[in-house]
């Protein structure tokens, strides 16, 4: 399934009439049998970057190259050379997963003998065997998503698009499409383009990650080499009475400069580092201020999203955790 080629994107861009660019003006490269993860908010162009390298969308400009076939004028390429996995799986629930495989194959135009051949080591391949001949509208989130990649992969394809593919999912389906994953690209060389908002997704699978923000990437490169742009640990407070916010805010900005933080805590990132972290409970202290949370915590992709566009992605963490006071 692999193929030399991967995805070359220059200056692409994408408006809708009476709406904002949903992609402005962005430039990327995806190399052969690389998994490329894609972070962003919802509305910050991930899905619709998806839909014009899958021919389904026509760019308002720039070009895009995809399995080394323009979008634009050579699609049919384009699509004999992908496979996709959208956010709505387009499955049948009156189908089984069996049906549904020999239905895939037949439009590929594979053999008889080759498509009962190819729908069976699917099936054993996404892990639904046992569940083959169910109808599909009985499935659990999990397993029609995993049915969906199968059915991506069908024809073979070089380069593989997953958008947002584990969302909603319970942690045990999520690392089961985890693994595939890693295996398509270890073993078969696919390429992948993955857009999600997990950060630990893209931390688990991806080998570079770009940042989309408002149709821009606003970062790009490997996930510890962004992380390693941020450096510096960040303290992260929950005072325990809400009115004492500033106060808390007013101590910790001597230990340096606020970022973002999450629910009602006040976050610094420390100019010196771990090794001040006694030196701010102390202060605290000092001043007669309660804590009900208090963490450290070391440089993360989320981390790297707040310093580049101010506030965090969904598939963020939330809320703080156990901490000291």
Known sequence: MGDRHGIEVSQLVREFPKGPRAIDGIDLQVAPGEVYGFLGPNGAGKSTTVL??????????????????????????????????LQEAALDPLLTAREHMRLQTTLHGLSRADRKRRGDELLERVGLVEAADRRVGGYSGGMKRRLDLGL????????????????????????????????L????GVTVFLTTQ????ADALAHRVGIIDRGRIVAEGTPRALKDEIGRPSV??????????????????????????????????MRGGESELAEVVRALDAAGLSVAQLR?????????????????LEGATTELGEGTS
């Open 52 to 85: 014009v390298l899958t021919t389904l969308l026509p760019p308002t400009s720039g070009t895009a190259r995809v399995a080394g076939h323009d979008v634009v004028r050579e699609g049919h390429l384009v699509r004999a050379a992908i496979g996709a996995a």
């Open 152 to 183: 991506a992969l069908v024809h073979r394809p070089s380069i593989l698009f997953l958008d947002e593919p584990t969302t909603g999912l319970d942690p045990q389906s999520r690392t089961a499409l985890w693994d595939e994953v890693s295996r």
């Open 185 to 188: 690209t270890r073993e078969d």
């Open 198 to 201: 997990y950060l630990e997704e």
């Open 236 to 269: 992260e407070v929950v005072p325990a009475n809400d009115g004492d916010r500033d106060a808390v805010a007013a101590v910790l900005g001597k230990f340096g400069e606020s970022v973002p933080g999450l629910n009602q805590s006040v976050a610094v990132r």
């Open 296 to 312: 450290l915590h070391a440089p993360t992709l989320d981390d790297v999203f707040l310093e580049k566009t101010g506030r965090s």
